[in-house]
């Protein structure tokens, strides 16, 4: 069905909105590799191009946040004025992770879907989507110390709704290992030069309002924000790699 059609179709009824006319069959996960009710999938792929365009802005937005100001003087600020320019790429996780789902989801309207996308797409979601309400929940005080509490919010469930996205992906990706491999290499290289090894001045996780060798439940502020990069890294790989043994379970794999 063409999209002319398809939205003609959804104005005559909108409950249309709802419902699976021309998606992906529903995959019969268990809850916890598919947690959205089949409701809310179907609205998200449903409504993808809106989704797309919504991450397109939220990329553009994030730039901006690490620093690149187009219209400003000069235009490269904050972190990324900090930042050795060969690490560029491995600075702004989360525009990053919008970006890739937003391809994600534009490409597979298109019919070109690309398996390297959506699990880098999945990855970021997931991780970024976890990782940025965990630091801003740990770390509260010190950010609403320098934070607009309307921006603290906004960041914090922004963010969450990026985990809500990610559960998008299941529905139209095989998640194939060779696929998974590169979302863990990039990914896990990310948690390498943002924690443990700079290769090139400092650490390039995200700035925090605080400083990394600062005391911060029983280590430091540095060692926390690792940890919960790391285990998002991992389950992440555990999440791609069972939805890919359970789809083969249920047939649900050529």
Same mark, same amino acid.
């Given at each position: 069905?063409?999209?002319?059609?398809?939205?003609?179709?959804?104005?005559?009824?909108?409950?249309?909105?709802?419902?699976?006319?021309?998606?992906?069959?529903?995959?019969?996960?268990?809850?916890?590799?598919?947690?959205?009710?089949?409701?809310?999938?179907?609205?998200?792929?449903?409504?993808?191009?809106?989704?797309?365009?919504?991450?397109?802005?939220?990329?553009?937005?994030?730039?901006?946040?690490?620093?690149?100001?187009?219209?400003?003087?000069?235009?490269?600020? #904050?972190?990324?004025?900090?930042? *050795? &320019? !060969?690490?560029? +790429?491995?600075?702004?996780?989360? @525009? $990053? =992770?919008?970006?890739?789902?937003?391809?994600?989801?534009?490409?597979?309207?298109?019919?070109?879907?690309?398996?390297?996308?959506?699990?880098?797409?999945?990855?970021?979601?997931?991780?970024?989507?976890?990782?940025?309400?965990?630091?801003?929940?740990?770390?509260?005080?010190?950010?609403?110390?320098?934070?607009?509490?309307?921006?603290?919010?906004?960041?914090?469930?922004?963010?969450?709704?990026?985990?809500?996205?990610?559960?998008?992906?299941?529905?139209?990706?095989?998640?194939?290992?060779?696929?998974?491999?590169?979302?863990?290499?990039?990914?896990?290289?990310?948690? #390498?030069?943002?924690?443990?090894? *700079? &290769? !090139?001045?400092? +650490?390039?996780?995200?700035?925090? @309002? $605080? =400083?990394?060798?600062?005391?911060?439940?029983?280590?430091?502020?540095?060692?926390?924000?690792?940890?919960?990069?790391?285990?998002?890294?991992?389950?992440?790989?555990?999440?791609?790699?069972?939805?890919?043994?359970?789809?083969?379970?249920?047939?649900?794999?050529?």
């Amino acid at each position: 069905m063409d999209e002319a059609t398809r939205l003609r179709r959804i104005l005559d009824d909108p409950r249309r909105l709802f419902g699976d006319d021309d998606l992906p069959p529903n995959t019969n996960l268990p809850w916890w590799l598919a947690p959205l009710p089949t409701w809310l999938e179907n609205f998200g792929l449903n409504v993808a191009w809106l989704v797309v365009a919504i991450n397109l802005v939220g990329t553009a937005f994030g730039f901006w946040y690490y620093g690149i100001h187009p219209f400003s003087d000069p235009i490269v600020q #904050l972190q990324f004025a900090s930042e *050795p &320019l !060969v690490m560029w +790429p491995f600075v702004p996780d989360s @525009p $990053v =992770a919008t970006l890739f789902i937003a391809l994600s989801l534009a490409l597979w309207k298109l019919g070109r879907s690309n398996e390297y996308i959506n699990a880098l797409a999945f990855f970021g979601c997931w991780k970024l989507g976890l990782w940025t309400p965990f630091v801003l929940a740990a770390f509260a005080d010190s950010f609403l110390a320098v934070t607009w509490f309307p921006m603290y919010l906004f960041l914090f469930f922004s963010h969450l709704a990026m985990v809500v996205q990610a559960f998008l992906i299941q529905r139209y990706s095989a998640f194939p290992i060779r696929a998974v491999a590169v979302a863990v290499a990039w990914y896990g290289f990310n948690d #390498l030069v943002d924690y443990f090894v *700079p &290769l !090139v001045g400092d +650490p390039h996780h995200t700035a925090l @309002p $605080v =400083a990394d060798s600062a005391a911060a439940y029983g280590t430091t502020v540095l060692q926390v924000a690792a940890a919960g990069a790391v285990f998002l890294t991992l389950f992440a790989t555990f999440l791609a790699l069972a939805t890919r043994v359970k789809k083969l379970e249920l047939g649900g794999l050529a």
